[in-house]
């Protein structure tokens, strides 16, 4: 299995606040990978570092190209998108336009139609509402968005930042149920940061746990869903 | 007849409906150009929160460039125009660009008081360059002979009549506006300018170049603001370094009333405020023209009262 993501020695800072301290993870190409850990711990932070929204130092590639130094607003060109938490869909923009936006960087017009009607396929609450102000939609309406946004951009990599915030039930599920369908229909790769473990591991090929800024343990999501530590700290039984 | 309408404080004369017109078309032509102040402010605010302080004067130095070329060099006045037109949006993305940018992260506010040095700079620059006195002729975009006027009820005094400057000043506007929603509105780069007004952080994660955006915003203000100061320097029939304060005040009142990011906002904000600043001098004999301010700041505080976002602005909606 080739290598698609490769964190390693990764130090973030916000001004002189040190949250990461030499991070290493990778995340191969069709795998699903969940980021755990307490809040605080830096998971966001991984995220944001990776697409150089915040001060990094280390190194990150992508297929081998090295990320760190890059421009955030670069990142979706290369094919990493980017669901940040707290949704951060476009308020003022009517669904549609969310969806537009989405594809801002892809140069097929003539596809991109075809994509965002898929979204209403995939997502049909979004088709319904596909003329209302984005800010108009309920939660779980507006997760739904910021992820078929991230889908738009027809992306390699899927960063998902706690997807499952804020959301009911059974909205969470069915939104899970569409990763998994993601990525084993069209192969896309994820890296999840979830506070919702057990979810998470249902889908994933491997996970990390991130403590105070450091990896302090990582397998597949079968180990440490068996790991005493992790099963107390994060799956509650 | 007029007579029987002696009301104490009220102007009798006014009601008369040659004059009414007159004043109603005059409101409608000063409003447009606050319309088009107050649209600057507005393009500035959307994406990068600041109100520009300088807006009025970088127009005033646009026009007295117009002036230069039109009148001192006797180029053809509309070529005159398009070209500062472009001059001065390339001039606003680059104070955007290098004054701006270095500032936005450091303070809110420091911004904010560049412009306010930036006023005092061209202020005093065009004194310095081209006297304090004010120049003769002025740069006429529209015909503004006495007789340039569409007439239109002249069996009864006085009469009333529409200069062809006022319909100039309507249909820049008009014109205005409709491309300015075309440009946002059909095309991508509008799309892109509107996703950064509403989620700067999400435009650089789907690919927006975010800075680019703030420097349209700053370009399109400036090439708006060079257009206004044109045609307001032959409406108001001014043109000297000082012309323009007041009407961006007016503008920014403009922009208050209707909402400081929407554009709808911002013509129906002018156009109210050139009813208010015509009318109600026209209308109280005991309110003088030089308080016609003070009457548009009450209208600002009435509508603000009850709706602090302006007539047509978005809440700010804080998620967490």
């Known amino acids: ?237 | 007849m007029s007579a029987v309408l002696a009301v104490p404080g009220i102007e009798h004369n006014f009601f008369t409906l040659t004059l009414l017109l007159q004043n109603l078309t005059n409101a409608l032509a000063n409003g447009s150009v606050y319309a088009l102040m107050a649209l600057t402010v507005v393009m500035i605010y959307k994406t990068t929160g600041h109100l520009n302080f300088a807006q009025g004067e970088m127009a005033m130095f646009s026009t007295f460039v117009v002036y230069v070329l039109a009148i001192e060099h006797g180029w053809n006045i509309w070529l005159a125009i398009v070209l500062v037109v472009i001059g001065s949006m390339i001039v606003g993305a680059g104070i955007e660009r290098v004054l701006i940018q270095p500032l936005e992260s450091r303070s809110v506010l420091a911004p904010v008081i560049l412009t306010l040095g930036l006023f005092f700079i061209l202020n005093g620059g065009a004194a310095t360059v081209w006297g304090t006195q004010p120049k003769t002729p002025i740069p006429a975009p529209f015909p503004g002979h006495l007789d340039d006027k569409v007439d239109i009820i002249t069996d009864r005094l006085p009469h009333f009549f529409i200069t062809y400057k006022a319909i100039g000043v309507w249909i820049t506007v008009t014109v205005l506006v409709i491309l300015l929603n075309v440009l946002l509105k059909r095309t991508k780069l509008g799309l892109a300018y509107r996703a950064v007004a509403a989620n700067a952080e999400s435009s650089l994660i789907v690919g927006i170049p975010v800075k680019r955006m703030l420097m349209l915003g700053w370009a399109l203000a400036a090439g708006i603001g060079a257009i206004a100061g044109a045609i307001i320097a032959q409406y108001r029939n001014v043109l000297d370094f000082n012309f323009m304060a007041a009407v961006l005040l007016f503008g920014f009142a403009a922009a208050c009333v209707g909402g400081f990011d929407s554009i709808k906002g911002a013509v129906v904000g002018g156009l109210l405020v050139g009813v208010v600043e015509t009318f109600t001098p026209a209308l109280f004999t005991f309110v003088g023209s030089e308080l016609s301010l003070v009457m548009v700041l009450i209208v600002i505080l009435v509508v603000l009262y009850f709706r602090p976002q302006g007539l047509f602005g978005s809440k700010r909606v804080e998620r967490v």
């Open chain 1, 1 to 237: 299995m080739t290598t698609m993501l490769e964190v390693t020695g990764l130090d973030a800072s916000y001004g002189p606040v040190q949250v990461l301290r030499g991070v290493d993870l990778h995340v191969d190409e069709a795998e699903v990978v969940v980021l755990l850990g307490a809040n605080g711990a830096g998971k966001t932070t991984t995220i944001r570092a990776i697409c150089q929204m915040v001060d990094t130092k280390g190194s990150v590639t992508l297929g081998g190209a090295e990320l760190v130094g890059t421009r955030p607003e670069k990142m979706a060109g290369l094919g990493i998108a980017h669901v940040p938490q707290g949704r951060g869909t476009f308020p003022e923009l009517t669904v549609d336009e969310n969806l537009q936006v989405g594809a801002f960087v892809r140069k097929d017009r003539a596809h991109v139609r075809g994509d965002i009607e898929r979204s209403y396929m995939l997502f049909p609450r979004l088709g319904e509402r596909r003329t209302q102000l984005a800010g108009s939609l309920s939660g779980g309406e507006q997760q739904m968005l910021a992820v078929a946004r991230a889908l738009m951009s027809r992306p390699r990599l899927l960063l998902l930042d706690e997807p499952s915030l804020g959301l009911a039930p059974l909205i969470i599920q069915g939104l899970f149920a569409r990763f998994n369908e993601l990525n084993r229909e069209e192969g896309v790769t994820m890296l999840i940061v979830e506070q919702n473990a057990n979810l998470a591991l249902d889908i994933a090929d491997r996970a990390y746990v991130l403590e105070a800024g450091r990896i302090v343990l990582s397998g597949s999501a079968a180990e440490l869903r068996s790991n005493d530590a992790v099963r107390r700290a994060y799956l509650g039984f």
